[in-house]
Every structure is written in structure tokens, then in C-alpha cells.
């Protein structure tokens, strides 16, 4: 079966970085783009950052754009997320998430753009 796994999360102060990653497993599949969503306890899922594999087009969130970096790896098949500058409202579980075919219309979806779902990692930003 396809399966995506995060790692990276932990706890951290306000102020400090993480770096996410996210890489594919078992059955190989192709995609053309990958994405970063996350949800806060009670709170809806949102779309924090995308990156399509060739070209290496990005996309973020408002709330995260000055902030946060998506990268890949094609050699590796992996994308990071570097997550600076964390503040408390950053406090989340972080998916990845992969797009087989390319619909900048569903890029930043948070129900429909994206055919895989990893399990998510546990981010938490005390003050």
C-alpha cells in the first residue's frame, strides 16, 4: 500500500525551528506535486505549503509564507519543511500529502487536492 511518513515534530519554545520530513513508502507511485497541511486541536485543516516536483513551484499560506520553506529532494523522493521562526499558534499535527496529477485549482484544498495522506507529526510551540 502507498503510505507517506513524517518525521520531525517535537516539542519546541516559541521562537525556535524544526524541519520536517516527509517521504513516500511501500508501493512506488508517481506524483507530480506534494503538500504540507496541518490541524490544531478543534480547528479545521490548513494548507500550509506545496511544491510540485519538477520545476520546483512553490506555494504557502498566509500565515506561514514569512516563515516556513518547502523543499524536495527528487533523488531521494522527499520534502522538508523548515519551520522558523515558530510561535505558539504554530502548535499542530502536520500532514504531507501527495497530488498525482497536477490541479493548481486543488493545490491548497484541504478535503479534495490530494490522493495520499501520511499520519501526521505532532508539532508543539510553547510560550
Known amino acids: 500500500q502507498v503510505q507517506l511518513v513524517e518525521s520531525g515534530g517535537g516539542l519546541v519554545q516559541a521562537g525556535d525551528s524544526l524541519r520536517l520530513s516527509c517521504s513516500p513508502s511501500?508501493?512506488?507511485?508517481?506524483?507530480?506535486?506534494m503538500g504540507w497541511f496541518r490541524q490544531a486541536p478543534g480547528k479545521e485543516r490548513e494548507f500550509v505549503a506545496a511544491i510540485r516536483w519538477s520545476g520546483g513551484t512553490r506555494y504557502y499560506g498566509d500565515s506561514v509564507k514569512d516563515r516556513f520553506t518547502v523543499s524536495r529532494d527528487n533523488t531521494k523522493n522527499t520534502v522538508y519543511l523548515q519551520m522558523n521562526s515558530l510561535k505558539p499558534e504554530d502548535t499542530a499535527v502536520y500532514y504531507c500529502?501527495?497530488?498525482?496529477?497536477?490541479?493548481?485549482?486543488?493545490?491548497?484544498?484541504?478535503?479534495?487536492?490530494?490522493?495520499?495522506w501520511g499520519q501526521g507529526t505532532q508539532v508543539t510551540v510553547s510560550s
Open positions: 500529502a501527495a497530488m498525482r496529477s497536477w490541479t493548481r485549482g486543488r493545490a491548497m484544498s484541504i478535503s479534495n487536492g490530494y490522493d495520499y
Open positions: 511501500g508501493r512506488t507511485f508517481s506524483s507530480d506535486a
